[in-house]
Every structure is written in structure tokens, then in C-alpha cells.
């Protein structure tokens, strides 16, 4: 093992508890002391790897975004076919996430916990990697769909990120099946999402708010 | 006014003001003197209201989930078609929320914040919201659909609830297109939803993971 294979597998293992740590209790309220000791690492040795929680945060959610789209890189590489290549996103995406939940509530609960860099740095990764998404359904688009792309692009990633909310690997189908029906739900509904020929009730809209409500309107 | 309406519509401005806090701050970080402060009522007007912060954060939750099934109950009266009660849910949880997108946020976010006797009450009432889901899309559901309806439901959950993340009524198009929007994604994808008619490449599953990741496999 390299010196610097030794200090990857070492910081991602640090990343990966911090990970669980955060999910567990909410960034703001764990504190450094927790990381240290769920990880056995000293203060001073956690301190190596970064100068403060917010850095912490911020490789955390870097690391994912880099391994997500660094993964997706290689697999679409040489591929042309839109419906393949978004086939492998959501296969790409789930795969990485259903074994990374933590991770995942920590990206979703904690995206407003970074600010001025690290903030801009996440956001920047966040926007390279939807607009892969959009290219792909930019292909796919029929020219006549009536679908708004960014609302199918946040459909996409809605139904895949929720997971962290349902999704339990010893009870629920296995990944690989849950990306199929992803895509097949997804990919279906994008591709023919014609309005004329769904059945009336439900193309039309629903009548305004049925009743007053006491909650805003 | 009635006596009982003044209490309701103080209440629900109460709610409506707590949520924007926990929202913004995070309901750990968030204090009763900062629910206080936002609403202008005192620490003891509030507690006329509840007994602690979990209380508060219970009632957030149980008038949500309340709003939008009684709301969703006066819509579905009467209606048998389930194409257009597939409709009528969307647009009854995206209007309200689209209007409520704090309290969206708090109902992720602090799923886990409440215990014992109030988590259990708003599990029960998401169970039974998921399981009026449930019962329309197995209405719906096509004899020979390879779609597993939990993956289905919490599909079109993540698909709707992921909003607060990304939408902004300001710059993306109205709630009744986005309700159009998505209902026409879910019941395309979910209706015809058939395997062997979608293109190779979107049917077969991707390589295994195409490299070494330092990252959990």
C-alpha cells in the first residue's frame, strides 16, 4: 500500500462514520469529539485531514458527488443510445446511494449547513451532475412532449434521493430491480407522456381548493 | 368570529411561523424564545398553546398531514375513475405544499425528532395517506405491471415531496402544470411500464460497478 492509497482509505473511512454520525444526530449538534470517538481517531489525528466541521461537511459531500460522477463518467463513456445512458444513471445513482444512505440524508438535511466556498464548490458539482441529466433527456425529449425538463430532471432525482426515506435493503427488492422500475416508470412516462391520450380524468385538472382551509392557501 | 375560530386561526399562524423557523434554523437549534420572537406572541401565549417544543413540532406535523387528507377525502368523494384520482392526489399534495414548502421541509427533516406517542400518531397518518396511494395504483395497476407498487408509491412521493428542494414558484411554471407534469410522468410510466418494449439499452441492468471505488462498494 502506498502512502497515499493509506491516507485515501483512511480519510474515506473517517468520511464514512462522520457520515453516519451526522445522519444520526444532525450536523449542527454533533461535534468533533463524537466523530473522534466513533472513529477512534484522536482530535489531533482528525484534525490531519481537515481544519474544521464545516470542512468535514464539505468532504463528505464532495467525496460523494466525485465518486458518483466519476463512476457515471466511465460507465457512459463510449455510449450512445440516450435511453441507455439514462438507464445507467439511475443505476449509477441508486447503486452508489442505496449503499451510502447516510450519506444521502446527509446531503439532502445538511445542503444549507455550507457556506461562501465550500458552499459554491457543492453547488458547482450538484449543477455539472443534473446538467448530465438534462443533456440526456434533451435526447430523449420527443418534440412534441409537453413536459417542462426541469421538472422531469428534479422528478428523477425526487424519486431516487427519497429513498433514504423508504428504502430498506433486507426488506425491500434489490437494487438492481429498483433501478429497473425507476427507469421503467421514469423513461415510460418521459418518453410518452402525451397528454390526448391519457384518460380525461386524468388530464384535467382539479377544481380549486374544494374549501376554505385554515392553513395558507 | 367565533371563539373556536379565533383559536384555530391564531394557532395555525403560530404553526405557519414555527415552521419557517425550523426550517431555517433546524428544529434542535431553534428555541420557544425564537418561536416567541418570529410570531410576537409571548413564551406564555405559546405554551396556552402546547406544553413543550415537541408538542409544537408534533402539531406542525398532525395538521399537515391532516389538511391534506381531509382535503384529499373531499376531492376523491364520489370519484371512481382511478386515473382521476391518481390526478387529484397529486394536484391536492403538490397545491398544498407548493404553498407550504416550509413545513415540507420540516416533515423530512424531523421525521425523527418526535418520540413515543406524537411520532407514533403522524406515522399512523402517513401510513394511512400511503395507504390511500396504494389502494388507487393497485386500481390502476395493469395485470401483467413488473412494478413493485411500494417502489411505485414512494416513487411518486419522492418524485412530489423532493420540491422544496428545487422549486420556486417564482421562476418554474404554475402548480397545475407541474401537478399535469407529473401525474402524466407517474401514470405513463406506471401504466405501460412494460419491459420488453423499451429499448435494449434502457432494459438491461449496467456492469457492476466498473472500478475500484475507496468509497463503500
Redesign the interface.
Known amino acids: 500500500m502506498t502512502v497515499e492509497q493509506g491516507y485515501?482509505?483512511k480519510l474515506?473511512r473517517i468520511l464514512?462514520i462522520a457520515a453516519e454520525v451526522f445522519a444520526e444526530k444532525?450536523y449542527?449538534?454533533a461535534s468533533i469529539r463524537d466523530i473522534s470517538r466513533a472513529t477512534g481517531v484522536s482530535l489531533s489525528g482528525l484534525y490531519y485531514y481537515f481544519k474544521s466541521k464545516e470542512e468535514l461537511l464539505f468532504l463528505i459531500q464532495e467525496?460523494?458527488f466525485q465518486?458518483v460522477l466519476s463512476?457515471l463518467e466511465?460507465?457512459l463513456d463510449e455510449?450512445d443510445?440516450p435511453?441507455?445512458?439514462?438507464?445507467?444513471l439511475v443505476?449509477?445513482h441508486l447503486?452508489?446511494f442505496v449503499?451510502?444512505m447516510a450519506e444521502m440524508k446527509v446531503l439532502?438535511?445538511e445542503?444549507d449547513s455550507l457556506s461562501g466556498e465550500y458552499r459554491r464548490r457543492v453547488n458547482d458539482m450538484k449543477k455539472g451532475y443534473s446538467q448530465v441529466c438534462v443533456e440526456i433527456l434533451d435526447q430523449l425529449r420527443p418534440a412534441d412532449s409537453?413536459?417542462?425538463t426541469?421538472?422531469?430532471t428534479?422528478?428523477?432525482?425526487?424519486?431516487?434521493?427519497?429513498?433514504y426515506?423508504?428504502?430498506r435493503p433486507e426488506r425491500?427488492?434489490p437494487v438492481?430491480?429498483?433501478?429497473?422500475?425507476?427507469?421503467?416508470?421514469?423513461?415510460?412516462?418521459?418518453m410518452?407522456?402525451d397528454?390526448a391520450d391519457?384518460?380525461p380524468?386524468?388530464?384535467?385538472?382539479?377544481?380549486g381548493?374544494?374549501?376554505p382551509?385554515?392553513?395558507?392557501?
Open positions: 485515501d482509505e474515506a464514512r444532525g449542527h449538534q467525496h460523494c465518486t463512476n466511465v460507465l455510449v443510445d435511453h441507455r445512458k439514462l438507464r445507467l443505476e449509477n447503486r452508489f449503499n451510502n439532502s438535511h445542503a409537453p413536459i417542462d426541469r421538472v422531469a428534479f422528478a428523477l432525482f425526487g424519486m431516487m434521493n427519497w429513498i426515506n423508504w428504502y425491500d427488492i438492481e430491480e429498483l433501478a429497473a422500475d425507476m427507469s421503467h416508470l421514469f423513461l415510460r412516462g418521459f410518452e407522456a397528454v391519457l384518460p380524468g386524468a388530464a384535467e385538472a382539479a377544481p381548493e374544494s374549501r382551509s385554515i392553513w395558507r392557501r
